[in-house]
């Protein structure tokens, strides 16, 4: 992964057999119902790449027939999809790699897209790397940009590589299709166009239930679970070793109760026993990208940094002012995290209730 | 049982640096490591030799230096190794080092029949997560990935429930052998070595293959085996602004209140993101 | 079963991998414990490596291993606040094909030394800390116990290279705690730099390098020494001082290197350089009377561990070379006798040590140390009147010359008295003589 730069759009021959391959899909990632939201970044992240090779994008469904199940199919429309390829099938209710494969491998075969993007969640990662082995092609994981090198019309997908000190384009260029997964709120959400309407191409695989080895015993829902959600809040206070001691944790506790948010903390504080690993945000912890991430106490080593830095905003507070998180932080707030985070504590709960009092 | 465990030398990425003045990276003096991934796995296949006895190989697609990582596996309490190490294998994306190191599982087999492939959820260097499910893949085995715990696992019914972590929650599945499984991070601690093994470590004669030992084709390894083509590596723009300083009137000469300070901060971040605020009251309006 | 060895060493520094690789190569049964990750994963040195040990040890050294430039150039500068004086000495001579100092990597050297002793047979175990030494009912020293579960392991003999803080030989009773006046204390980065920077700024081509050896106000008065080396890729620069006297002072290491770095004359020479490492590290500069006991029933103890280093030249690992040796070839003599590792046949070690260069420096500098910790004056007075006067000398003012070295003389007795000065002048001979 570390070759030398090469000239943008490299010069290659597409085999004839591979020129009749055309469009974008997505590979709409719904369980139980409900669809991960990187599904429709990527609908929309699909939709300006089509637009530039004038191709169509296609929005691939697949699960046990349901209402729920048509609604997800309008919804690709609404988000920028002008075909839908719903593929229905009972032993498909819940995801196992095995018979999405089978299934997303034909229907690959039979439709021939150029390039299909998946999320880089536990769902997306799973199958892309199965398909990309039954398809032989080349995929490109976890990117962060996406876009198309006009000269030979194929897909350059970036990436962070060595813990986010570097990133490299990748390029699949005599094969296809062209195979990317995306980051969670990496892409922006598109906006719904409601009146969008499109082709539905129903598929129907077919299965039994019984060539499936692998069986879902249970499903234990997170909302079940006592486990932090960090991956999916929209606010986050993390606390590092600049909190001192374990019982002042309370402190971001205490302020992201306020907020209805969740508590990240520094892989040095999980080490030390501070708090669980699920708390940890990093690399080799959690990439989280809420709208708002309180950093207190936290210096802002890379290994940090990547699993963060995508946040819409973020504050940090710091006793030194020349903490790398400054680097990379929106705001910035040099002081002592053990006053200050009582104060935010007392003044966003003021702000809170005065306005719910006025309101 | 016999289980396979893939492991990946990669350089310690807390280490490493970017040349000022070639905008390289600097692999020389960055030392090696295990990738961290791949111990959470290795020490799940420890844990069911310790359980219910098995024999654990592990096995590496890499450089000849890679034998350190394979020697420290074995102090840890692997049974054995093997280097698969060849100029052929050198460029190979993740469908070519996937395909390669099938083969080399298949070979194993042949010795005694290979049950549990255990991978790394993913690598910190190339951090695909892709070589464990393309291995499952090609051996048709059941791919378990996001592994947070063996829950059972039974030899004479060949039949294993794992718990899986899916986006919404966990899906407890069961499934038959053989499997490849990925390990979940901080699903279990690795081991400190015993003495004995150690010392087993040391003097342990290494196995290395080669692309012909394993019988790959040579279409398929390396760079004529990889579909994709690193088109240029660079270093990320840094964010152009600097944090901007949150900062508040003070009485007197001395320091602004912390409470100054905070609500500083309040407004700047509502200031920065007056959606963000619509949303906070609505959420806390909700909260009433 | 407990393993058994002819020999354990502890330790992976140059005084333990000059002791396994004489022992494995002699094709005894040598096991050596290292608590660090790999070898040289621990381990701090400026970096000057001097070739004539290493010669004795692996004659033809020189065809693979891994040092970054040969030293043709020696700088001595006396740092002012703004300025330095100093000697340089530079010869074409120092390019023969077999050079006679080198700047190292200290973690590329310990990693090239220990493949030649896994290569010569030595047995090699990181990652695993000596907690303690084994002791038979008679005191004897049988073996070594590590921080491993079944830890123990047996030996006839064991040799301690496990460096200045020597914790086994300590914690058995067989030397004394580090006195804070006998250890220094030393700071260094590894700071990378484009090769063609240091050939020009240092007037070198090819693999040529120079060393600059630096005293002065730096140190703020401490007893102390700072030094630049040039690598291939990168610059050493690092600062010691005695423990006593950042007990006794106000500034950290790490800010006097940082004030070292911002040197006015310093700092053009590192522009544009990008740290790629910071450690710290100890060095045993007590001399020749902080020297322990050596050896004992069934252990000896080398390099640093021993306190063999000689601070006014800055030569520490190839003291540690050659007590690693001798103690090997201790061993081997015995062995190849057939007679028992008690203190008395062990005392050899301890005749070869005598009659080399070892003891007979440490010797020769024996009060140095001492008149360095008593007398200040080398490291805060000295610089300021020595540079003034070589700012007047060089300085054309239309000041004739005559009264000029008057005054500089006059400056010299302000500060310090004649008397004072000619005690400075013989106590250093005789620290030196
Ligand atoms: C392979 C590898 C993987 C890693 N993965 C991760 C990972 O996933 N996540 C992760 O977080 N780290 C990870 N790390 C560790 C990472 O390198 C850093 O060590 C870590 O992020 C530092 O945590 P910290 O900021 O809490 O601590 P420190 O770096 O010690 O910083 C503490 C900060 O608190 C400030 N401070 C002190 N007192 C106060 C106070 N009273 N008020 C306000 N500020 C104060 C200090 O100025 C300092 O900036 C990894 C390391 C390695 C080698
Ligand atoms: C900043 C600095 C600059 C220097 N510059 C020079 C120079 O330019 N030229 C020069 O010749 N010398 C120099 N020296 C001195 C030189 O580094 C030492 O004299 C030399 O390293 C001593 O070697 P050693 O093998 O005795 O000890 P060390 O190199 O300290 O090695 C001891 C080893 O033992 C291991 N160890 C310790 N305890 C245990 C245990 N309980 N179990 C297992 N393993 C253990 C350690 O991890 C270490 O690897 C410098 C020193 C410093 C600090
Ligand atoms: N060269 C290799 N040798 C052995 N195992 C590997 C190799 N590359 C990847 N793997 C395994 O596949 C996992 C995922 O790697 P990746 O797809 O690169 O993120 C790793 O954690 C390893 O277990």
Request: glycine letters at 8%; one cysteine or more.
């Given at each position: 992964?570390?070759?030398?730069?090469?000239?943008?759009?490299?010069?290659?021959?597409?085999?004839?057999?591979?020129?009749?391959?055309?469009?974008?899909?997505?590979?709409?990632?719904?369980?139980?119902?409900?669809?991960?939201?990187?599904?429709?970044?990527?609908?929309?992240?699909?939709?300006?790449?089509?637009?530039?090779?004038?191709?169509?994008?296609?929005?691939?469904?697949?699960?046990?027939?349901?209402?729920?199940?048509?609604?997800?199919?309008?919804?690709?429309?609404?988000?920028?999809?002008?075909?839908?390829?719903?593929?229905?099938?009972?032993?498909?209710?819940?995801?196992?790699?095995?018979?999405?494969?089978?299934?997303?491998?034909?229907?690959?075969?039979t439709y021939k897209p150029e390039i299909v993007l998946l999320g880089a969640t536990t769902l997306g990662r799973d199958l892309a790397g199965a398909i990309a082995t039954t398809l032989a092609t080349g995929l490109t994981a976890d990117c962060t940009e996406l876009d198309i090198y006009m000269d030979n019309r194929s897909l350059a997908a970036t990436r962070p590589t060595f813990g986010g000190t570097l990133l490299c384009t990748i390029q699949t260029l005599a094969y296809r299709p062209q195979m990317a997964t995306v980051r969670p709120r990496v892409?922006?959400?598109?906006?719904?166009?409601?009146?969008?309407?499109?082709?539905?191409?129903?598929?129907?695989?077919?299965?039994?239930?019984?060539?499936?080895?692998?069986?879902?015993?249970?499903?234990?829902?997170?909302?079940?679970?006592?486990?932090?959600?960090?991956?999916?809040?929209?606010?986050?206070?993390?606390?590092?070793?600049?909190?001192?001691?374990?019982?002042?944790?309370?402190?971001?506790?205490?302020?992201?109760?306020?907020?209805?948010?969740?508590?990240?903390?520094?892989?040095?504080?999980?080490?030390?026993?501070?708090?669980?690993?699920?708390?940890?945000?990093?690399?080799?912890?959690?990439?989280?990208?809420?709208?708002?991430?309180?950093?207190?106490?936290?210096?802002?080593?890379?290994?940090?940094?990547?699993?963060?830095?995508?946040?819409?905003?973020?504050?940090?507070?710091?006793?030194?002012?020349?903490?790398?998180?400054?680097?990379?932080?929106?705001?910035?707030?040099?002081?002592?995290?053990?006053?200050?985070?009582?104060?935010?504590?007392?003044?966003?709960?003021?702000?809170?209730?005065?306005?719910?009092?006025?309101? | 049982?016999?289980?396979?465990?893939?492991?990946?030398?990669?350089?310690?990425?807390?280490?490493?640096?970017?040349?000022?003045?070639?905008?390289?990276?600097?692999?020389?003096?960055?030392?090696?490591?295990?990738?961290?991934?791949?111990?959470?796995?290795?020490?799940?296949?420890?844990?069911?030799?310790?359980?219910?006895?098995?024999?654990?190989?592990?096995?590496?697609?890499?450089?000849?230096?890679?034998?350190?990582?394979?020697?420290?596996?074995?102090?840890?309490?692997?049974?054995?190794?093997?280097?698969?190490?060849?100029?052929?294998?050198?460029?190979?994306?993740?469908?070519?080092?996937?395909?390669?190191?099938?083969?080399?599982?298949?070979?194993?087999?042949?010795?005694?029949?290979?049950?549990?492939?255990?991978?790394?959820?993913?690598?910190?260097?190339?951090?695909?997560?892709?070589?464990?499910?393309?291995?499952?893949?090609?051996?048709?085995?059941?791919?378990?990935?996001?592994?947070?715990?063996?829950?059972?696992?039974?030899?004479?019914?060949?039949?294993?429930?794992?718990?899986?972590?899916?986006?919404?929650?966990?899906?407890?599945?069961?499934?038959?052998?053989?499997?490849?499984?990925?390990?979940?991070?901080?699903?279990?601690?690795?081991?400190?070595?015993k003495m004995d093994d150690m010392f087993r470590a040391a003097r342990y004669g290494l196995k290395t293959w080669s692309k012909d030992t394993t019988g790959a084709e040579e279409t398929k390894v390396g760079l004529k085996g990889s579909p994709t083509v690193v088109s240029k590596v660079f270093v990320p723009k840094p964010r152009a602004q600097k944090a901007t300083m949150v900062e508040a009137e003070a009485p007197t000469a001395e320091a602004p209140s912390a409470e100054a300070m905070a609500a500083a901060a309040v407004e700047a971040i509502l200031?920065?993101?007056?959606?963000?605020?619509?949303?906070?009251?609505?959420?806390?309006?909700?909260?009433? | 079963?407990?393993?058994?060895?002819?020999?354990?060493?502890?330790?992976?520094?140059?005084?333990?991998?000059?002791?396994?690789?004489?022992?494995?190569?002699?094709?005894?049964?040598?096991?050596?414990?290292?608590?660090?990750?790999?070898?040289?994963?621990?381990?701090?040195?400026?970096?000057?490596?001097?070739?004539?040990?290493?010669?004795?040890?692996?004659?033809?050294?020189?065809?693979?291993?891994?040092?970054?430039?040969?030293?043709?150039?020696?700088?001595?500068?006396?740092?002012?606040?703004?300025?330095?004086?100093?000697?340089?000495?530079?010869?074409?001579?120092?390019?023969?094909?077999?050079?006679?100092?080198?700047?190292?990597?200290?973690?590329?050297?310990?990693?090239?030394?220990?493949?030649?002793?896994?290569?010569?047979?030595?047995?090699?175990?990181?990652?695993?800390?000596?907690?303690?030494?084994?002791?038979?009912?008679?005191?004897?020293?049988?073996?070594?116990?590590?921080?491993?579960?079944?830890?123990?392991?047996?030996?006839?003999?064991?040799?301690?290279?496990?460096?200045?803080?020597?914790?086994?030989?300590?914690?058995?009773?067989?030397?004394?705690?580090?006195?804070?006046?006998?250890?220094?204390?030393?700071?260094?980065?590894?700071?990378?730099?484009?090769?063609?920077?240091?050939?020009?700024?240092?007037?070198?081509?090819?693999?040529?390098?120079?060393?600059?050896?630096?005293?002065?106000?730096?140190?703020?008065?401490?007893?102390?020494?700072?030094?630049?080396?040039?690598?291939?890729?990168?610059?050493?620069?690092?600062?010691?001082?005695?423990?006593?006297?950042?007990?006794?002072?106000?500034?950290?290491?790490?800010?006097?290197?940082?004030?070292?770095?911002?040197?006015?004359?310093?700092?053009?020479?590192?522009?544009?350089?990008?740290?790629?490492?910071?450690?710290?590290?100890?060095?045993?500069?007590?001399?020749?009377?902080?020297?322990?006991?050596?050896?004992?029933?069934?252990?000896?103890?080398?390099?640093?561990?021993?306190?063999?280093?000689?601070?006014?030249?800055?030569?520490?690992?190839?003291?540690?070379?050659?007590?690693?040796?001798?103690?090997?070839?201790?061993?081997?003599?015995?062995?190849?006798?057939?007679?028992?590792?008690?203190?008395?046949?062990?005392?050899?070690?301890?005749?070869?040590?005598?009659?080399?260069?070892?003891?007979?420096?440490?010797?020769?500098?024996?009060?140095?140390?001492?008149?360095?910790?008593?007398?200040?004056?080398?490291?805060?007075?000295?610089?300021?009147?020595?540079?003034?006067?070589?700012?007047?000398?060089?300085?054309?003012?239309?000041?004739?010359?005559?009264?000029?070295?008057?005054?500089?003389?006059?400056?010299?007795?302000?500060?310090?008295?004649?008397?004072?000065?000619?005690?400075?002048?013989?106590?250093?001979?005789?620290?030196?003589?």
């Open positions: 992964m570390s070759e030398p730069s090469k000239p943008q759009g490299r010069k290659f021959q597409l085999p004839e057999h591979l020129k009749e391959y055309k469009g974008i899909w997505v590979i709409v990632e719904q369980e139980r119902g409900s669809v991960h939201s990187v599904s429709w970044e990527l609908v929309g992240e699909a939709r300006k790449l089509a637009d530039k090779l004038g191709v169509e994008v296609g929005a691939v469904v697949l699960g046990a027939d349901s209402p729920e199940l048509n609604a997800i199919c309008g919804d690709a429309f609404t988000y920028g999809a002008d075909v839908v390829y719903k593929v229905t099938d009972p032993v498909l209710a819940d995801y196992r790699t095995d018979p999405y494969t089978r299934v997303m491998t034909d229907v690959v075969n892409m922006s959400m598109p906006d719904r166009d409601d009146n969008r309407t499109g082709r539905v191409v129903e598929v129907f695989p077919a299965l039994r239930e019984d060539d499936v080895i692998t069986k879902v015993l249970s499903f234990i829902a997170d909302r079940e679970q006592n486990e932090a959600q960090l991956a999916f809040a929209d606010i986050i206070v993390a606390a590092g070793k600049g909190l001192g001691k374990p019982e002042n944790l309370k402190l971001v506790f205490d302020l992201a109760k306020v907020l209805g948010g969740e508590v990240g903390v520094t892989r040095p504080l999980v080490q030390a026993g501070w708090t669980g690993f699920d708390r940890q945000v990093g690399q080799t912890g959690k990439t989280v990208r809420p709208k708002l991430y309180i950093a207190a106490g936290i210096s802002g080593a890379i290994q940090h940094r990547v699993g963060m830095e995508k946040s819409d905003l973020i504050l940090a507070i710091n006793t030194d002012p020349n903490a790398p998180i400054f680097d990379f932080a929106h705001l910035g707030l040099v002081g002592d995290a053990l006053t200050i985070l009582p104060a935010l504590t007392d003044a966003f709960g003021k702000r809170l209730s005065v306005n719910r009092l006025a309101g | 049982m016999h289980i396979v465990v893939c492991i990946k030398q990669v350089p310690d990425s807390a280490q490493i640096r970017i040349h000022p003045v070639t905008n390289t990276i600097m692999r020389q003096g960055v030392p090696a490591i295990i990738n961290p991934f791949d111990l959470f796995s290795l020490e799940e296949a420890l844990r069911i030799k310790d359980k219910v006895g098995a024999r654990v190989t592990v096995l590496t697609m890499g450089p000849p230096m890679a034998e350190t990582s394979l020697r420290k596996a074995l102090s840890l309490g692997a049974d054995d190794a093997v280097l698969l190490t060849d100029r052929k294998f050198a460029g190979s994306d993740t469908l070519a080092t996937s395909y390669a190191l099938t083969s080399a599982i298949k070979k194993l087999s042949e010795e005694e029949q290979v049950d549990l492939v255990f991978c790394g959820k993913q690598t910190v260097d190339g951090d695909t997560a892709q070589v464990g499910p393309g291995i499952a893949t090609r051996l048709g085995f059941q791919q378990l990935t996001y592994i947070t715990k063996i829950e059972s696992i039974d030899q004479g019914a060949r039949e294993i429930v794992v718990h899986r972590r899916s986006e919404g929650g966990v899906q407890v599945l069961k499934t038959a052998l053989p499997c490849m499984i990925t390990m979940l991070e901080g699903t279990n601690t690795i081991r400190f070595g200031g920065a993101q007056p959606k963000l605020a619509d949303e906070l009251l609505a959420r806390a309006a909700a909260g009433l | 079963m407990v393993e058994k060895f002819d020999a354990i060493v502890i330790g992976a520094g140059p005084s333990g991998n000059a002791a396994a690789y004489t022992l494995a190569k002699q094709g005894l049964n040598v096991l050596q414990l290292e608590r660090g990750e790999y070898p040289g994963a621990k381990n701090v040195q400026g970096g000057i490596m001097y070739a004539a040990e290493l010669e004795k040890i692996i004659p033809d050294f020189r065809e693979d291993c891994p040092t970054e430039r040969h030293i043709i150039e020696q700088r001595v500068w006396l740092l002012g606040d703004d300025n330095y004086i100093g000697t340089n000495y530079r010869s074409e001579a120092f390019n023969s094909d077999k050079p006679n100092r080198y700047t190292i990597i200290r973690a590329n050297i310990d990693k090239w030394f220990s493949e030649k002793i896994r290569e010569a047979g030595g047995l090699q175990i990181c990652e695993t800390t000596v907690t303690e030494l084994i002791r038979d009912a008679s005191g004897k020293v049988i073996g070594v116990r590590t921080d491993r579960e079944g830890g123990e392991i047996h030996a006839d003999v064991v040799i301690m290279a496990d460096g200045v803080n020597a914790l086994l030989a300590r914690r058995t009773g067989f030397q004394q705690e580090l006195a804070p006046q006998n250890v220094a204390l030393a700071v260094k980065e590894i700071l990378f730099i484009d090769p063609e920077l240091i050939q020009q700024r240092f007037g070198l081509k090819d693999e040529e390098g120079v060393v600059i050896e630096i005293m002065g106000k730096v140190t703020k008065g401490m007893v102390g020494t700072a030094f630049l080396y040039t690598n291939k890729e990168s610059l050493t620069i690092g600062i010691g001082c005695l423990i006593s006297d950042f007990k006794e002072g106000a500034i950290p290491p790490y800010k006097m290197l940082e004030d070292l770095k911002n040197h006015p004359v310093i700092k053009p020479l590192i522009e544009g350089a990008e740290m790629k490492e910071y450690a710290a590290h100890m060095i045993p500069e007590g001399g020749y009377k902080a020297v322990p006991q050596l050896y004992g029933d069934g252990w000896m103890v080398v390099g640093d561990a021993a306190h063999f280093n000689n601070a006014a030249h800055r030569e520490g690992s190839n003291l540690a070379m050659a007590s690693g040796r001798m103690a090997a070839e201790t061993v081997i003599e015995l062995k190849q006798a057939g007679k028992p590792f008690n203190a008395a046949n062990l005392a050899a070690y301890k005749k070869k040590l005598d009659d080399s260069f070892i003891m007979k420096d440490l010797k020769k500098y024996r009060n140095l140390p001492g008149i360095m910790h008593e007398n200040k004056q080398f490291f805060g007075a000295y610089p300021d009147t020595l540079t003034a006067a070589a700012h007047s000398w060089f300085t054309v003012d239309s000041v004739d010359k005559r009264t000029k070295e008057k005054e500089i003389m006059k400056s010299f007795v302000k500060k310090r008295s004649i008397m004072g000065l000619v005690g400075d002048a013989i106590k250093l001979v005789r620290a030196v003589r």
